[in-house]
């Protein structure tokens, strides 16, 4: 016998968000880990299956 569905008044989670400035750290929290890093000098690029995050100096400057 399958469980009840939930109760109808159950609130969605907010969305995640990214903004800039974030440090990596914060990302991760926010995140997990990405499938894929890649660091060039003060440039490093997370990659997550629906994103790409880009920091310099670690800190977010965009998300593609």
Known sequence: IP???PPAD???PPPKTISLGQTK???VAI???P???VKLDAK???YYPD???ILIDQK???VQ
């Open 51 to 53: 994103m790409k995050v």
């Open 25 to 27: 750290d914060v990302v």
């Open 3 to 5: 469980p009840p569905p």
């Open 10 to 12: 159950t609130p969605r």
């Open 31 to 33: 995140l997990g880990q």
């Open 44 to 46: 490093e690029m997370l």
């Open 60 to 62: 977010v400057t965009d």
């Open 35 to 37: 499938q894929k890093v």
